[in-house]
């Protein structure tokens, strides 16, 4: 894609698992206190997030901006989603295990959205869906549109290996915005001050951050749903 071509003082490659340790490095510093979620529940250090993020690298779809000083700027992790098959064990609760009480509560709202919303269901024929999981930009680049170009390089990686949907969960008003521009649209939106648990709201970040959204974008003319 000429898009790809640009002259940047950045360049866009895979992230693989020797990158961990520097992309967690950035995480800590732009996107683990920003998130509003982790902000409201002022979650502080949380390996099992740290994990967590880190732990779909190994797919060999995530992509990072490298500056020309060898310094990571930005990030777009993803991982891929399969669809189940009537042999697939059903899949354990990510909730279940966790030994952090407040990332606890976060992984609990992902059980809900899981039990209550299939993106499968929206796309029934796609056997595999690209699932954005986080982009986070270092402060001093944002507003030079790397999370576009990095977005530009998962999209052509759908297109390498015929992947027809990409899937974001955006916890951040901001983040839903920010893919809405990239020509995304809504899917799926679960309002926190509807989401209760023993009757109390155990999420309810700040304004406008007032809903989590699932977000899609398809490629190669996918037939949906929707």
Do not use: W
């Not at 979650?43 to 490298?66: P, R, W």
């Not at 990095?150 to 920010?178: F, G, K, W």
């Amino acid at each position: 894609m000429e898009s790809l071509k640009v002259n940047r003082p950045y360049r866009v490659e895979l992230i693989t698992e020797k990158d961990s340790e520097d992309v967690l490095k950035m995480l800590k510093k732009f996107f683990f206190k920003d998130e509003p979620l982790n902000h409201f529940l002022n979650l502080g250090e949380c390996k099992e997030l740290e994990k967590y993020s880190l732990k779909c690298i190994g797919e060999n779809c995530s992509f990072k901006a490298v500056h020309d000083n060898g310094d990571i700027i930005g990030v777009f992790i993803s991982g891929l989603l399969k669809r189940p098959t009537p042999e697939d064990e059903a899949p354990q609760s990510l909730a279940e295990g966790c030994e952090h009480p407040k990332f606890k509560k976060i992984m609990q709202l992902m059980d809900y959205i899981d039990s209550n919303f299939n993106i499968f269901d929206v796309y029934p024929d796609a056997n595999t869906i690209l699932d954005g999981k986080i982009v986070s930009v270092n402060t001093n680049y944002r507003g030079l549109g790397i999370a576009g170009v990095l977005t530009e390089h998962t999209l052509n990686y759908m297109r390498q290996h015929d992947i027809p949907v990409m899937h974001v969960l955006c916890s951040s008003h901001y983040s839903a915005r920010v893919v809405e521009k990239m020509g995304f649209h809504q899917v799926y939106e679960l309002k926190y001050a509807d989401y209760k648990v023993n009757g109390e709201n155990p999420l309810l970040p700040a304004e406008p951050h007032v809903a989590a959204r699932i977000m899609v974008r398809e490629v190669n003319n996918t037939n949906s749903k929707i």
